[in-house]
């Protein structure tokens, strides 16, 4: 018998009340992996956008550009 099989059978067992709690503990878990999915979706994003960036104000008047960003002029 698989660990699925297993444990689908356990729950079968549990009064209506224990499946119900079991039901959100794994619907937690799902959610916590959906949103770590995300989380790491939205990283990589970023990590891309700021790659693809166009740096060329930066390299010819560094200060300007590091004061334009501080003020929110520049979107990295």
Do not use: C
């Amino acid at each position: 018998m698989s660990l699925y099989d297993e444990t689908i059978s356990k729950i079968l067992q549990l009064p209506e009340p224990l499946v119900k709690e079991v039901s959100h503990f794994v619907d937690s878990l799902r959610l916590d992996k959906d949103n770590t999915r995300s989380a790491l979706w939205m990283q990589s994003t970023e990590a891309l956008k700021i790659s693809t960036s166009d740096l060329s104000d930066y390299s010819r008047n560094p200060e300007e550009y590091e004061t334009r960003l501080a003020r929110g002029e520049i979107q990295q």
